[in-house]
């Protein structure tokens, strides 16, 4: 039986390849809890707790794709490819992201102090307490929810030829590589949370 295995490719050129990874990894995670929402509007399924945290979920990660950090991320050059109608989309849910989830700044949560009374004895007994009445948007629509799911199709199926380019960039560049070098790379898997919370990671 043929013992399939592995070396790390600590390389430069590597790196495009990793990034696009992490960002498709973003995106169907994006997509996935999307549909996951939709399940909820069912009959009989609606949990409110869990809408809000889907909905929430849904828009970081998508926004996550588009967000600087360590590693590279999508840009104009991506958007440009999507059709007019799904760079509307992309606008818009970033927004949502940026003004409502992450930011408190759009309409989207209102906070009202209100004087309560009784109408009936107000005049003699006055102002009973005072409260604040809360409303927010907790979740997209169900037509969000299928513009959304149409975005990060779109955005997938751009993604994918990059990661196919990059991929096969790669293969040439190791196969051109001695042998020898290439299986000098480390064996043993590098760890998600290996460090610290607030250290960068190098890639």
């Known amino acids: 039986m043929a013992n399939h295995t592995f070396v790390e490719l600590d390389l430069e050129s590597a790196r495009p390849l990793a990034d696009l990874a992490g960002i498709r990894q973003d995106l169907q995670d994006a997509q996935r809890f999307a549909r996951r929402l939709k399940q909820t509007f069912q009959p009989g399924s609606y949990d409110s707790d869990l809408v809000d945290a889907l909905s929430t979920a849904m828009l970081i990660r998508y926004a996550r794709a588009f967000s600087p950090g360590v590693r590279a991320r999508l840009d104009q050059s991506h958007l440009d490819r999507l059709s007019a109608e799904h760079k509307a989309s992309h606008e818009k849910f970033i927004d949502w992201r940026s003004k409502h989830v992450s930011h ?87 760890r998600a949370g290996s460090q610290p919370i607030k250290q960068s990671r190098t890639q």
Do not use: C, W
């Not at 209100?114 to 005072?130: D, H, K, L, P």
């Not at 907790?138 to 199709?153: G, Q, Y």
């Open 104 to 190: 408190s700044v759009n309409s989207f949560e209102h906070n009202q102090p209100v004087a309560r009374f009784v109408s009936e004895t107000v005049q003699s007994e006055g102002i009973q307490y005072i409260s604040v009445n809360t409303e927010r948007i907790v979740a997209p629509s169900a037509h969000d929810i299928a513009e959304f799911l149409s975005l990060t199709e779109a955005m997938l199926a751009i993604l994918e030829q990059d990661y196919e380019n990059e991929h096969a960039q790669l293969l040439k560049i190791v196969r051109a590589m001695p042998l020898a070098d290439v299986l000098k790379g480390p064996k043993t898997p590098k």
